[in-house]
């Protein structure tokens, strides 16, 4: 099982950019993905999820009308499209699979005030 994020950079305020999390070593159409972000003396705190089978997003409420996930099943990719970004959504990005609790290496956001 293997989780690779990246899409991460710098940008300003008010800006997009498209994560997106590669996965291997699964299915991951009937699996469910999550991303979370962290920032230094924080905990992780979750930002979207993607539940398998359905693909029913929901979403933390700091992020609901601004992120969207997705996933392209055949491609074997998940990703959080983030747009209007705000310099409280700096951190780093990753994704986990959540049977087996597995997580990617994670990718750096940084939006510039």
Do not use: H
């Amino acid at each position: 099982v293997r989780l690779v994020e990246s899409g991460g950079g710098l940008v300003q305020s008010g800006g997009s950019l498209r994560l997106s999390c590669a996965t291997s070593g699964f299915d991951l159409a009937s699996s469910t993905i999550k991303w979370f972000r962290q920032t230094p003396g924080k905990e992780r705190e979750w930002v979207a999820t993607t539940i398998g089978i359905t693909g029913t997003p929901y979403y933390a409420d700091s992020v609901e009308d601004r992120f969207t996930i997705s996933r392209d099943n055949a491609k074997s990719l998940v990703y959080l499209q983030m747009n209007n970004l705000k310099f409280e959504d700096t951190g780093v990005y990753y994704c986990r699979r959540d049977r087996g609790n597995y997580w990617g290496q994670g990718t750096q956001v940084t939006i510039s005030s």
